[in-house]
């Protein structure tokens, strides 16, 4: 064998090592994506992508305004007060907004802001998952709630100026204390000493006031909306058949946030399908404020509040705004 | 004391020879490197499984059918930890379910692997059955949307033959796939 060949045929070989070597490294790169093609969740995805159209009849709000809280990179809760200031929660940041967007005052928390709400007096109360904070509104800090266990998760306050309702979702019950911080009294759902009271699967609890002095309670496991009189006893209340139509309430934990119009209609939010609904305060479904169609993700936490003009304000985490919606026609069906 | 030299440095003359000599020597040194980091690879291989990121899974649904097991060696698994334990479950339910009871018709696992055992009013316990479920992921995807996100898929290392080259790792969308050490071979939620 030549010299030549020699070089000829060392050179052949290492080029063939080279290439074997490249395709191994080929191998172990990141691959392109690949659709998937399982007819089961493309028949899943054709179910529940049926429920997300609503019949544009039945939309009676319009969207008027989206707010971006300067600073927060997510929005999880939300609550405005007589003054049209609006007030807007995430992470452990919470800044608060005149109607035009424009930043009137920031809160540094030490934990993350879980739930807000106001008073008639303009008060401000903070959840912070296991206490709950009550400030002037000038910012001044009035009391930290006392009687809270370590382990509570706040999700949801209501405050009318002289009591002040929490509700835990880690321990699935709503707590009374008085304006001042005081604990009260437990209010547990159990219409009796054996009975299963709220069903709360995650951590979506919510609470509002009712007209007359009385407390609504969603009870987000039975697809149930309780009212409750201030002593905690069971008064009313009505329930939805679990399912995806535009009139149920869909999932195991829904409707996740709820609040009261002037009315005394009621507006729930719901995750799973992201949907914004008004029913009668005796539940018969209205029509809707937002449909799924307005959303960026279905699995979003829509935290909602009322002003004093029915305007309904909603936190969209995914745009990271309070989303405003107004009445396009008022009419008087609310009422029964 | 050394006097430098003042004439210029003459390139050396690059012969055919010499530059296939040079060629092949850095080849060589190449080749030895590969081949130490293929062998390297190989070593730490063997002691790394596959393993799918439940975080970054979205339920395509390849696992079913791309794994070259039959049934898939990927599996639903419940973290209970995190299960509402709910009378109306996301991953139990089909979505169009006119009861929320045990009938067929209500049931979204096309297999019937999930049992749903009553404790008290108003929850229930859901268990996967193994030996059921194909690893379709219609369970987990039930659940992550309408749900707390209990139910989720892992390669079950009872079965899998830990290939070389995966081949539900070769479809999969979002890259959920990585090799993990064999002695932790489950990457769980809730724990």
């Known amino acids: 064998m030549t010299k030549k060949t020699m070089s000829i045929l060392t050179v052949a070989a290492g080029l063939a090592l080279t290439m074997l070597l490249i395709q191994r490294l080929r191998q172990l790169a990141p691959r392109p994506a690949a659709p998937s093609s399982n007819p089961r969740i493309a028949a899943y995805e054709e179910q529940t992508g049926a429920f997300m159209q609503v019949d544009p009849e039945l939309i009676l709000y319009h969207e008027t305004a989206a707010l971006r809280p300067p600073g927060l990179a997510t929005v999880t809760a939300v609550a405005t007060d007589d003054e049209h200031r609006i007030y807007a929660g995430g992470g452990r940041q919470l800044v608060v907004m005149d109607r035009t967007g424009t930043e009137l005052r920031r809160m540094t928390f030490t934990a993350a802001v879980t739930c807000l709400a106001t008073d008639p007096q303009n008060n401000l109360y903070v959840g912070l998952g296991n206490q709950v904070e009550s400030y002037k509104v000038d910012g001044a800090l009035r009391t930290r709630f006392t009687g809270i266990r370590q382990e509570a998760l706040i999700t949801s306050l209501a405050a009318d100026g002289e009591v002040v309702f929490a509700a835990d979702a880690a321990d699935r019950k709503v707590m009374r204390f008085s304006a001042d911080g005081v604990l009260q009294l437990t209010i547990d759902g159990r219409e009796n000493a054996g009975g299963p009271g709220f069903s709360v699967p995650s951590p979506y609890f919510d609470v509002f006031l009712g007209q007359g002095r009385t407390l609504w309670v969603v009870n987000p496991g039975r697809q149930r909306l309780e009212e409750y009189n201030y002593d905690g006893e069971h008064i009313g209340g009505w329930e939805d058949a679990p399912g995806l139509q535009l009139e149920n309430f869909c999932g195991c934990c829904n409707p996740s946030h709820a609040a009261r119009l002037s009315d005394g209609a009621i507006v729930t939010s719901e995750k799973g399908i992201a949907r914004i609904k008004i029913y009668t305060r005796r539940g018969a479904f209205t029509g809707v404020v937002a449909a799924p169609g307005m959303f960026d993700s279905q699995i979003l936490s829509l935290d909602l509040a009322v002003d004093a003009h029915d305007r309904i304000l909603v936190t969209d985490p995914a745009r990271v705004k309070i989303r405003i919606f107004e009445l396009i026609n008022y009419t008087d069906n609310h009422n029964e | ?191």
């Open chain 2, 1 to 191: 004391m050394t006097q430098a030299s003042t004439t210029p440095a003459q390139p050396e003359k690059l012969t055919r020879s010499g530059f296939l000599r040079r060629w092949l020597g850095g080849l060589s040194l190449a080749l030895v490197a590969g081949l130490a980091g293929a062998t390297s690879w190989k070593s730490k291989r063997k002691t790394q499984v596959w393993q799918l990121d439940p975080h970054k899974c979205v339920h395509c649904g390849n696992c079913e059918h791309a794994c070259v097991l039959k049934p898939s060696a990927v599996k639903a698994v419940h973290a209970y930890v995190l299960c509402g334990y709910c009378k109306l479950c996301g991953g139990y339910h089909h979505p169009q379910a006119k009861n929320l009871d045990t009938a067929a018709e209500s049931q979204l696992c096309p297999t019937g692997a999930i049992k749903r055992t009553f404790i008290e009013d108003p929850f229930y316990e859901y268990t996967i059955i193994e030996e059921k479920c194909i690893g379709c992921g219609v369970c987990v995807k039930g659940c992550s949307q309408f749900g707390n996100g209990s139910l989720f898929l892992q390669v079950r290392h009872d079965r899998c033959v830990n290939c070389n080259d995966c081949a539900i790792a070769r479809v999969c969308p979002v890259q959920a796939f990585r090799l993990v050490p064999a002695d932790e071979p489950y990457l769980l939620k809730g724990v």
